[in-house]
């Protein structure tokens, strides 16, 4: 525990601050530039409880790849590669991804693949695309991500029985192996002092932007409507329309203090109310270069300006995007203060607090339409979501740099830098 302890204070020390990114001039366009031309998300529900809880994932894919294809106006043949990010669907989802593309009117030639990134897993497939765009391997790409948590079993993908007894051998394998997910939450709140005031402080901020975001139309208008399948106790088949985020709710201090801890049940600080909801939804992106949007007329929304990820502490995988956020800015000649608009996944409020303290982030460019603990954090969808999110708000308040970072289980971080056009 000590030479951990040891690791983890020379990992933090690591940790610039942004005052001394020694940032360069911002990369300059150029026709090779990886731009988006559409982006669509469905709505985020509740898992076991909303309206998608009877929507396999391939069906949840459908209306968004069909969106993305409809916004751009283009003839689906020319789409090259599609990647879908999922994480608890087995094989990540590969099988599924492919009958989506199908459904969606997308051709047999068009190929596809699925990656499995832990929570990062759609902002990975988003790059997957990029990278793919970048040594011209394709000219067309569809990169997102999908979860249903409700069909989901969240221990089926992973038994430690049957682990090499060698993991339990060293310290950060057992972590991997060994803590889930709400002690790492407790494990950061305890050993960078972040008090359950402070959480639930976070919470609160999320629910109260989300529920201002609906009130003014600006999450619905991020929504793509699809008609589904939802069924009763009985068992009896009924259609809606799917085109609400059902996990937002207006709340208190008081009301979220009054929440007892669920994975620490002695002086823990993490609640169903400062954690992110488990919940069904998926979201796309359709990316090209830039002299091929600007051959054919494609709107250009904006541009992928660089990407990182860092390796943490499993036990503590939460500080993961306070890690990535200064290496991916340093890459794109960026720092903090040049952000407009920070998109960080709330897994936890405590490792959401922490990195805004970390890196001096400004709590009111943070998730201005609210986060995953307002939302929802379908974990294969969060990624390509937060993309949606960013896109249509930077649009909105005519603002230009934005980030989308996120940590990841087994100790990660990942983060996206953007420019808006």
Same mark, same amino acid.
């Given at each position: 525990?000590?030479?951990?302890?040891?690791?983890?204070?020379?990992?933090?020390?690591?940790?610039?601050?942004?005052?001394?990114?020694?940032?360069?001039?911002?990369?300059?366009?150029?026709?090779?530039?990886?731009?988006?031309?559409?982006?669509?998300?469905?709505?985020?529900?509740?898992?076991?409880?909303?309206?998608?809880?009877?929507?396999?994932?391939?069906?949840?894919?459908?209306?968004?790849?069909?969106?993305?294809?409809?916004?751009?106006?283009?003839?689906?043949?020319?789409?090259?590669?599609?990647?879908?990010?999922?994480?608890?669907?087995?094989?990540?989802?590969?099988?599924?991804?492919?009958?989506?593309?199908?459904?969606?009117?997308?051709?047999?030639?068009?190929?596809? $693949?699925?990656?499995?990134?832990?929570?990062? =897993?759609?902002?990975? @497939? #988003?790059?997957?695309?990029? !990278?793919? &765009?970048?040594? %011209?391997?394709?000219?067309?790409?569809?990169?997102?991500?999908?979860?249903?948590?409700?069909?989901?079993?969240?221990?089926?993908?992973?038994?430690?029985?049957?682990?090499?007894?060698?993991?339990?051998?060293?310290?950060?394998?057992?972590?991997?192996?060994?803590?889930?997910?709400?002690?790492?939450?407790?494990?950061?709140?305890?050993?960078?002092?972040?008090?359950?005031? $402070?959480?639930?402080?976070?919470?609160?901020? =999320?629910?109260?932007? @989300? #529920?201002?975001?609906?009130? !003014?139309? &600006?999450?619905? %208008?991020?929504?793509?409507?699809?008609?589904?399948?939802?069924?009763?106790?009985?068992?009896?088949?009924?259609?809606?329309?799917?085109?609400?985020?059902?996990?937002?709710?207006?709340?208190?201090?008081?009301?979220?203090?009054?929440?007892?801890?669920?994975?620490?049940?002695?002086?823990?600080?993490?609640?169903?109310?400062?954690?992110?909801?488990?919940?069904?939804?998926?979201?796309?992106?359709?990316?090209?270069?830039? =002299?091929?949007?600007?051959?054919?007329?494609?709107?250009?929304?904006?541009?992928?300006?660089?990407?990182?990820?860092?390796?943490?502490?499993?036990?503590?995988?939460?500080?993961?995007?306070?890690?990535?956020?200064?290496?991916?800015?340093?890459?794109?000649?960026?720092?903090?203060?040049?952000?407009?608009?920070?998109?960080?996944?709330?897994?936890?409020?405590?490792?959401?607090?922490?990195?805004?303290?970390?890196?001096?982030?400004?709590?009111?460019?943070?998730?201005?339409?609210?986060?995953?603990?307002?939302?929802?954090?379908?974990?294969?969808?969060?990624?390509?979501?937060?993309?949606?999110?960013?896109?249509?708000?930077?649009?909105?308040?005519?603002?230009?740099?934005?980030?989308?970072?996120?940590?990841?289980?087994?100790?990660?971080?990942?983060?996206?830098?953007?420019?808006?056009?």
């Amino acid at each position: 525990m000590e030479k951990a302890a040891q690791r983890l204070e020379t990992l933090s020390s690591h940790l610039v601050p942004q005052t001394t990114f020694n940032a360069g001039t911002v990369i300059p366009k150029s026709d090779d530039d990886i731009v988006i031309v559409a982006y669509a998300r469905t709505a985020i529900t509740k898992a076991g409880k909303g309206a998608q809880k009877d929507t396999n994932t391939e069906e949840m894919l459908v209306p968004v790849l069909q969106s993305v294809i409809s916004q751009a106006k283009i003839d689906p043949k020319i789409i090259d590669d599609v990647c879908i990010g999922s994480v608890l669907q087995n094989g990540a989802g590969a099988n599924q991804a492919r009958m989506a593309m199908f459904m969606a009117g997308i051709p047999e030639t068009t190929t596809v $693949k699925a990656v499995n990134r832990q929570c990062s =897993s759609g902002l990975e @497939a #988003v790059m997957e695309i990029a !990278n793919a &765009l970048r040594v %011209k391997q394709i000219d067309f790409g569809i990169g997102g991500g999908v979860e249903s948590m409700s069909q989901a079993s969240l221990g089926s993908a992973f038994d430690p029985k049957k682990l090499s007894p060698k993991v339990y051998e060293n310290k950060f394998a057992k972590d991997v192996a060994t803590i889930n997910m709400g002690i790492t939450s407790e494990n950061v709140a305890e050993r960078f002092g972040i008090k359950r005031e $402070k959480q639930d402080q976070m919470a609160l901020e =999320s629910q109260t932007k @989300a #529920v201002a975001a609906t009130k !003014n139309g &600006l999450l619905q %208008k991020e929504i793509t409507p699809y008609k589904t399948l939802i069924k009763d106790k009985d068992g009896k088949a009924t259609e809606v329309v799917v085109d609400k985020d059902d996990g937002v709710r207006e709340t208190t201090l008081e009301a979220l203090g009054k929440l007892k801890p669920v994975f620490k049940k002695e002086g823990g600080t993490t609640t169903p109310g400062n954690a992110s909801q488990v919940s069904d939804g998926a979201a796309c992106v359709l990316l090209t270069r830039r =002299s091929i949007a600007k051959k054919m007329g494609l709107p250009i929304h904006g541009r992928i300006l660089s990407y990182a990820c860092a390796g943490v502490p499993p036990d503590v995988m939460g500080i993961g995007p306070a890690f990535a956020i200064p290496v991916a800015l340093k890459k794109a000649g960026l720092t903090v203060n040049d952000i407009d608009v920070f998109e960080i996944n709330e897994a936890f409020a405590s490792q959401a607090t922490y990195t805004i303290e970390k890196l001096s982030i400004p709590r009111e460019k943070l998730n201005p339409r609210g986060g995953a603990i307002a939302l929802g954090h379908p974990v294969g969808m969060t990624g390509s979501r937060m993309i949606v999110t960013l896109f249509s708000e930077l649009h909105r308040t005519n603002k230009k740099y934005g980030i989308v970072s996120m940590c990841m289980g087994t100790g990660m971080g990942a983060c996206g830098v953007f420019e808006k056009e």
